[in-house]
């Protein structure tokens, strides 16, 4: 089984700003860890980060056929893409919606997901655990889930 990771705009700027919301570690703390889960979990991993939409949703398209789910955390373009939504839609495959911080508690801009609405499942609050959550889910909704459809 093989995903994708896909982080969003300033991901690679964690631990170097706002430690106060996000934590002292890094983009490639984050990685280190992740990479850990996914070898947990028997699953292959590709990651990407980038600041700009465009080229997520070129990721997101190039994922077609080559991966089996996406993990992502589309950041701040999580309150604005359509495009990414409709990424997401257009390659149809199992993807689970991750965020650093608890972003229901935050400003009020915050609140909406459009990324969330092409995901089966969202971890939020929960740190870089919730990227080790979301391996497990995915893991658990391709074998159990999405197979059976
Ligand atoms: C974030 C939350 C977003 O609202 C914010 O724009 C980010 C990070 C998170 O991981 O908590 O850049 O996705």
Not at 10 to 30: F, Q, S, V, W
Not at 31 to 56: L, M, P, R, T, Y
Not at 123 to 137: D, Q
Request: proline share 3%; with cysteine; hydrophobic share 40%.
């Amino acid at each position: 089984m093989k995903f994708l990771i896909i982080n969003g705009p300033n991901i690679n700027m964690r631990g170097k700003c706002e430690p106060d919301i996000y934590g002292a570690k890094t983009y490639e703390d984050l990685v280190d860890f992740v990479k850990e889960a996914c070898e947990n979990e028997q699953v292959e991993a590709e990651f990407f980060q980038s600041n700009h939409e465009g080229a997520i949703v070129d990721r997101i398209q190039e994922a077609y056929g080559v991966f089996d789910g996406i993990v992502i955390n589309p950041a701040a373009y999580t309150h604005t893409s359509i495009a990414i939504l409709d990424a997401l839609k257009a390659v149809a495959l199992p993807a689970v919606e991750v965020h650093i911080s608890n972003v229901k508690d935050r400003e009020d801009f915050r609140r909406v997901s459009y990324a969330g609405m092409a995901c089966v499942k969202t971890f939020m609050g929960l740190g870089f655990e919730g990227y080790a959550e979301a391996v497990r889910y995915l893991k658990w909704y391709i074998n159990n889930v999405s197979s059976t459809h």
